[in-house]
């Protein structure tokens, strides 16, 4: 496995696990094992950029809230929606884009691995709470995809104390419903009758029905898949 691209000094300075309390280092650093490096530089990990872009994500959530709640008359209905579904955009680029760079750079770690999902489902979960209040979509829409996304995650920790976190790993029918809800979001998000010849609003809830089929389909496939595991 690669060693991240930070000074070996620093990483022997981390060494012992506590680096206020490190003792001085007499030994070679050629004799320090590069797994152990890496598992000693994971707070280091906490604060790179994929790391940085993943907390933009979660910083942007107040941001696109407030867009909804401005006084009358600082933002038109219209560009409101717009700024809204750029900001969920730029949170569905970030997130492809965080990982795409932890993975190149080797910045993989513990804490990028739970708090990626974590902005994500909190970014979604605004959202869909959003467009319910502004009476864009139905309820039980947001209902559905929430719930599972608690049910989901409950059972990957679960599976993952258990050492079968592998059993539960995102499968392609996630993917498409993860598909089928950002685009569901973003066109319900602009809202409007005549988009480009399209009535997003239209669209918006037939994506949205089509993503919750596959949120309760995705359930129970990996609710299966679990089960599985204690057969």
Do not use: C
């Amino acid at each position: 496995m690669p060693t991240p691209s930070f000074p070996r000094s620093l990483a022997v300075w981390l060494f012992s696990g506590n680096p206020f309390e490190q003792k001085p280092f007499s030994g070679s650093l050629k004799t320090i094992p590069d797994t152990i490096i890496i598992e000693n530089a994971d707070t280091l990990m906490r604060w790179n950029i994929p790391i940085l872009l993943t907390w933009l994500r979660i910083l942007l959530i107040p941001v696109f809230t407030a867009l909804f709640y401005l006084p009358q008359g600082w933002l038109d209905a219209q560009t409101a929606n717009y700024l809204a579904a750029l900001i969920f955009a730029a949170a569905g680029i970030t997130d492809w884009l965080d990982g795409f760079l932890a993975r190149h750079w080797h910045q993989t770690s513990d804490f990028g691995a739970f708090l990626d999902p974590v902005a994500d489902k909190l970014m979604v979960a605004v959202a869909l709470i959003l467009l319910v209040k502004l009476d864009r979509t139905a309820a039980v829409y947001a209902m559905v995809i929430i719930g599972r996304e608690i049910t989901i995650s409950a059972l990957r920790e679960w599976m993952a104390q258990l050492g079968r976190r592998s059993s539960v790993a995102v499968a392609h029918i996630g993917k498409f419903k993860t598909a089928a809800q950002m685009a569901a979001i973003f066109a319900l998000l602009i809202y409007q009758n005549d988009f480009l010849g399209l009535n997003l609003p239209q669209i918006g809830n037939i994506l949205m029905f089509i993503a919750s089929v596959l949120t309760i389909w995705s359930m129970f496939y990996y609710l299966k898949m679990a089960w599985q595991e204690f057969k």
